[in-house]
């Protein structure tokens, strides 16, 4: 059986992950989000065990001492990390897996699973990136100054990914997202199996 892929997607706050992403999902029933752990405050409208688990700081601590994680990392001031429950199985069993995460624990992800695939999204103008933060309405004043400070070494850092997307459109950005996945589904490397016709003629 195929072996799922892990799929990494990096980019600076609102550049339109989660959009993507929502749009992916909906699309590719064989890929399957990764619900990451944070200690950050649910925005209107998430839910605990959908966008997010959402744990106190020393719950976050405990799934920490007990190896519960892949990956985590401080982001904004808060915890975010990555369950490493049933990722292994799931892929074993055929499933892709998306992580959405930050860059610090994309390269710490990429270390251990070099066979994943790293995507970072780009949005088209630092312009455009506020424009959309702001548009979101999620942010107060402190942590979206904080997060467009941090936009451009975030950004600097997706020279270390496989592949580059700029989200000007969603459809545009997902058709080529979905255009790594089908390209990287056919990978030799990947297919060894159909290589085996059992002693030819
Ligand atoms: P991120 O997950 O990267 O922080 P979001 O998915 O929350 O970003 O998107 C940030 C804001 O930008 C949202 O309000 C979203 O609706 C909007 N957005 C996302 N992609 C696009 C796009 N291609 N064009 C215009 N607006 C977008
Ligand atoms: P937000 O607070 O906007 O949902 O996410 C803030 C940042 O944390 C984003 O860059 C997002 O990709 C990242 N993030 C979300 N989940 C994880 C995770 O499990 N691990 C790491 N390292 N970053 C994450």
Do not use: H
């Amino acid at each position: 059986m195929r072996k799922g892929l892990l799929i990494v997607i990096s980019g600076a706050s609102g550049t339109g992950k989660g959009t993507v992403c929502k749009k992916l999902l909906a699309e590719l029933p064989e890929v399957v989000y990764s619900i990451s752990a944070t200690t950050r405050k649910p925005r209107p409208g998430e839910v605990n065990g959908k966008e997010y688990y959402f744990l106190s700081v020393d719950e976050f601590k405990t799934w920490i001492a007990e190896e519960k994680f892949l990956e985590y990392a401080e982001v904004y001031g808060n915890f975010y990390g990555t369950p490493l429950n049933k990722i292994e199985e799931r892929l074993n069993r055929g499933d892709d897996m998306l992580l959405e995460i930050d860059v610090q624990g994309a390269l710490k992800v990429k270390k251990k699973c070099p066979d994943g695939i790293y995507i970072f999204l780009l949005p088209p103008s630092l312009e455009e990136l506020k424009n959309r933060i702001e548009g979101r309405g999620t942010e107060n004043p402190e942590s979206l100054s904080r997060r467009l400070k941090n936009a451009v070494a975030e950004i600097k850092i997706g020279l270390e990914y496989d592949y580059v997307v700029v989200n000007d459109t969603i459809d545009n950005a997902a058709a080529q997202i979905k255009a790594i996945l089908t390209a990287e589904r056919l990978k030799v490397a990947r297919n060894a199996d159909k290589f085996d016709f059992k002693g030819g003629f």
